[in-house]
């Protein structure tokens, strides 16, 4: 089974500030998958960043990257030069099976983000 | 279609009605997920379509819950004996393959209240 857990339920910061959002999760997969999603206000979930847990190197997408930890299990997201339209509320989620198989997201509670003008 | 669609986009039910959601995927897309996401809370799993076979209904709350892909494209999610306790949003989800690591497209979801 897999968990995944985020700590904060509420950030907010001023436009063109950095921002990271924290995430932790537990997993017994050998290789799995960590995703950060957003879910604006009204609108549909959207993928914002991936990351394989094989791989060392963090996963970047223009002004998003990822700090991943493996050995401490977390898997935190930095927004930088942060955006009106990036608040939101953001969830972390896993996903990995044995054989590599598709399977459900495993989900944490969310944090949602406020960018203050 | 351009993106996942879902309807009704709202739905009010008496407790003990029954209930049915409709999930268009992505046309093409093999993988069909659904989710139940509570006021606050992160997405649940529910259950997993592989085409037209229900590899996975793991998430599934009760035997209240019964979710079918007949054709392999569009699904539908029925709730028997609706509770106040399925008040929640159901959103379905689309991806192109099989892997695990494949980017989930999803809907705008169901919102449904239970009186």
């Known amino acids: 089974a897999q968990t995944v857990t985020q700590s904060q339920p509420e950030m907010s910061v001023q436009e063109a500030e950095t921002v990271t959002l924290s995430c932790t999760y537990d997993?017994?997969?050998?290789?799995?998958?960590l995703f950060w999603y957003k879910q604006p206000p009204s609108r549909q979930m959207i993928l914002v960043i991936r990351q394989e847990a094989y791989k060392q190197q963090n996963a970047t997408e223009n002004r998003f990257s990822v700090n991943f930890q493996k050995a401490a299990k977390s898997f935190s997201l930095k927004i930088s030069d942060s955006q009106l339209g990036d608040t939101a509320m953001y969830f972390c989620?896993?996903?990995?099976?044995?054989?590599?198989?598709?399977?459900?997201?495993?989900f944490g509670k969310g944090t949602h983000l406020i960018i203050q003008p | 279609g351009a993106g996942v669609s879902q309807s009704p986009r709202y739905k009010v039910a008496k407790r003990g009605q029954d209930v049915a959601l409709r999930c268009d995927p992505i046309s093409g897309h093999v993988s069909l997920f659904w989710y139940q996401q509570a006021l606050g809370q992160g997405p649940e799993f529910l259950t997993y379509f592989q085409n037209e076979a229900q590899l996975d209904k793991s998430g599934l709350p009760s035997d209240r819950f019964f979710a079918e892909r007949p054709e392999g494209s569009v699904s539908t999610l029925k709730i028997q004996r609706t509770q106040q306790e399925d008040s929640a949003v159901y959103l379905c989800?689309?991806?192109?393959?099989?892997?695990?690591?494949?980017?989930?497209?999803f809907g705008p979801g169901t919102r449904l209240l239970v009186l």
């Open positions: 997993t017994s997969e050998s290789n799995y998958y």
């Open positions: 989620a896993s996903s990995g099976r044995v054989g590599g198989g598709a399977d459900g997201l495993t």
């Open positions: 989800a689309s991806s192109l393959g099989v892997a695990s690591q494949e980017t989930q497209y």
